[in-house]
């Protein structure tokens, strides 16, 4: 009897123990998904920002059409977001969109903006891309790794996306009221829409761009332009009305018409835009914003363990426009 006893004991001792391995293997995964999904998305904000030339926008040549940003600051705001990315992926694990998660994920969202604020000086660097990657890196989050798909991934953000924060300041954004004088969706619709610019126009830009054998940064300023040339771009309308737009949607559809920034004359298109964006002081921050969740999603569904750092200061250095 005593050796029976003895013997279930250490059978119970051995799924204890086994169980407690198991539960800290799986706690050890989650924290790692987490720091993995908050590092892909502070890497796509830099790649997007160090991205060169790009029209209106912060990349390596300055500021753009910008008095209050540079590259400098633009880093500094994505490492400085990048914990609230965790905290999102954190409270995301294991969970399914609901309401409760939707105003999770928006508390977290407003001290990621309080902090990009301070971190920044007071300059809105990326207001935009903590809503749109912050929902892509929960969705991604609550899905297994096998089944994180852009498709699936964005069908997700949009469960998230469709629930109301209902503890949100009863403030009227730049957004709204582009919104509501233009008829815009602006951020919010993308979401709830399923990202159709990232998921449809975007990512297979960007891959057919490459598999066309095109250089990386000449691959990205397409898939920028891509969108450029079809989204209504709430930034461009709040600094320059629906001109401002028309420029911009105009200006990148030629140069993709001239067969993209690897052609001679779609880089004279581009930096033909570039000034048209600069003198009236207008940037498609909308369109940045959407280039990063995509090289954020590519990544994913590559199941990378980062985004490839930007280089299009090296390739433009050998030539890249060259034919």
């Known amino acids: 009897m005593q050796t029976d006893f003895l013997s279930d004991l250490d059978l119970r001792t051995t799924d204890l123990r086994t169980t407690a391995l198991s539960t800290a293997w799986d706690l050890a995964n989650d924290q790692a998904r987490v720091a993995l999904l908050a590092g892909l998305g502070r890497q796509a904000l830099i790649a997007e920002a160090e991205l060169t030339p790009k029209p209106g926008l912060v990349d390596r040549r300055g500021a753009g059409a910008h008095s209050d940003l540079s590259l400098a600051i633009m880093k500094c705001s994505a490492f400085t977001i990048e914990p609230y990315f965790c905290q999102m992926a954190a409270v995301s694990r294991g969970s399914y969109p609901s309401q409760a998660l939707r105003e999770r994920l928006a508390f977290i969202g407003r001290n990621a903006e ?16 903590i809503w749109v990657l912050g929902l892509l890196i929960s969705a991604t989050a609550l899905l297994d790794e096998d089944k994180a798909s852009a498709s699936v991934v964005a069908a997700t953000a949009k469960k998230i ?7 949100a300041p009863r403030l009227v954004s730049h957004g709204d009221m582009v919104a509501k004088q233009y008829g815009v969706s602006g951020a919010r619709g993308e979401a709830i829409r399923g990202f159709p610019h990232v998921v449809d126009i975007a990512l297979p830009m ?5 598999a066309s054998g095109a250089l990386e940064s000449l691959a990205r300023l397409d898939t920028l332009l891509s969108v450029m040339s079809r989204l209504d771009d709430t930034c461009l309308l709040y600094r320059g009305g629906e001109e401002a737009l028309v420029t911009a949607k105009e200006g990148a559809a ?11 004359i779609g880089k004279q298109q581009l930096e033909r835009l570039d000034r048209q964006l600069l003198e009236m002081g ?3 921050g909308g369109s940045g914003d959407l280039l990063a969740a995509t090289l954020f999603l590519d990544a994913i569904e590559q199941e990378q363990d980062e985004v490839e750092a930007d280089r299009s200061e090296l390739e433009d250095t050998y030539g890249a426009y060259r034919t």
Request: aromatic share 2%; no cysteine.
């Open 206 to 210: 960007l891959r057919s761009r490459r």
């Open 282 to 284: 207008v940037s498609p």
């Open 114 to 129: 309080g902090a990009m604020l301070r971190a920044t000086g007071g300059s809105n660097s990326h207001k935009g891309a």
């Open 161 to 167: 996306a469709s629930f109301e924060d209902r503890a």
């Open 254 to 264: 030629a140069v993709m018409d001239a067969g993209g920034t690897r052609r001679p």
